[in-house]
């Protein structure tokens, strides 16, 4: 089964193939301000920005009230798998039980959801027509190959399409409107140059109103999917101390959080008085979370496939632990819905065909009673990330994982 190890191999062809491909950039500041810069309020939040970092957090724990509960949804990164989490999505409005989030976070192919996410059930069509539509179709083609070009495999012009196709103006006024009413869309990016995630108020950057502001929204959510060696990575102008503004290298937000729960450096935080419960998180992981056996093949790529796949999940399960501990300390209930381990998912698989059918079985999980999994209920004797398995009539022919083969008929019984 293929799933997102098959981008480590690509990395590594990447850094293999990509030697002459490169991303000509400023090594100091890109300008130094003349006079009096007029800024507008940065939507970036860094965990090296004590101030809005403690802004940030007296803002959400503000929310955490028994009075009023709030209920946060955070998309993963998977790739094509993000279909799953969309069509979780339109599923659970078609249950009829789909909060109104009043936070809601991206990472990677969660970032290109979470828009829609963070508008509700209204924009439900325009979520399911970004996931199924074919736009993603031509993503790693050989059309797209660039390893000559750019530092990556592939460029990232057919990304860049898609999200300029699905973040329209009517978006991004819809986004600020929701925004005003002080609910929060939030998107994560890496950036290399630091090594931090920084954490995007893309309502805010909505808020401001005019095309430079769509234009950054847009960046931001190519940058949060752009898988390092797969595309290239996104330059950004941040401003620094004394108004030197300077290009930053920024790539999916992926590569340091599989998903955005709580900042990294908020970890550890309790609220300052226990107050029951004050809400609910809800976790959409495009991926599987279980372990899988199989026998690994001896090849270098199904050795790397295999062993990014492991560390990947390995990681996944602890950042889930931690959230849940988070979740536990400060009132919040905790649910995770990820793809069933007997499906064959894969991240690169960004065919329309399979995409379909990643969004009509998240679809149908949302639909029903047992999309979700309750972590901060598990008893101890319990496994904390349980195997998720739908039954096989269930799992859409595409990805169905493929049946090993029988023995021969015909075949000699050995002599003795």
Known sequence: MRRIGSAFVGLVMALAMAGCGTLDRP??????????LIKAEDPRIRSNDSARLEQFTQEIGG????????????LSGGGANGAYGAGLLVGWSEHGDRPAFDVVTGVST???????AFLGSDWDDELQHAYTSGGASNLLSWRSFAAFLNPSLFSSQTLRKLVDDNVSPEL????????????????ATTDLDSEETVIWDMGLLATQGDENARELFKEVLVASASIPGVFPPVLIAGLQDHDQVVL????????????????????????????????ALYVIVNGQTGRNDGV???????????????????????????????????????SLSAIPD??????????????????????????????WTRLDQKQADQPFI??????????????????????????????T
């Open 386 to 415: 349980p195997q998720t398995r739908v039954d096989e009539a269930e799992v859409p022919a595409v990805l169905a994982p493929p049946k090993p083969s029988a023995p021969a008929a015909d075949a000699e019984t050995p002599k």
């Open 27 to 36: 090594t100091g500041p890109l300008r130094i301000a003349d006079g009096t």
């Open 248 to 279: 930053e290298m920024h790539v999916d937000g992926g590569v340091n959080t599989p998903f955005l729960a709580i900042p990294e450096d908020l970890m550890l935080w309790t609220r300052p008085r226990d107050e029951g419960r004050v809400g």
């Open 342 to 371: 007997n499906v064959q998912a894969s991240s690169l698989k960004f065919d329309q065909e399979t995409m379909t059918a990643m969004f009509e079985l998240g679809r149908q999980r949302g639909r029903g009673p047992d999309a």
């Open 110 to 116: 969660g970032a290109l959801a979470a828009p829609f």
């Open 296 to 334: 690994t093949p001896g090849r270098l790529s199904g050795i790397l496939s295999r062993t990014y796949d492991s560390m990947s999940k390995a990681s996944l399960r602890t950042h889930l632990a931690i959230t849940t501990a988070f979740a536990q300390r400060n009132g919040l209930d905790m």
């Open 63 to 74: 929310r955490l009230r028994a009075d009023h509960p709030t209920s946060i949804l955070a």
């Open 172 to 187: 991004m006024q819809a986004v600020a409107r929701e925004h005003a009413k002080g609910r929060r869309l939030l998107v």
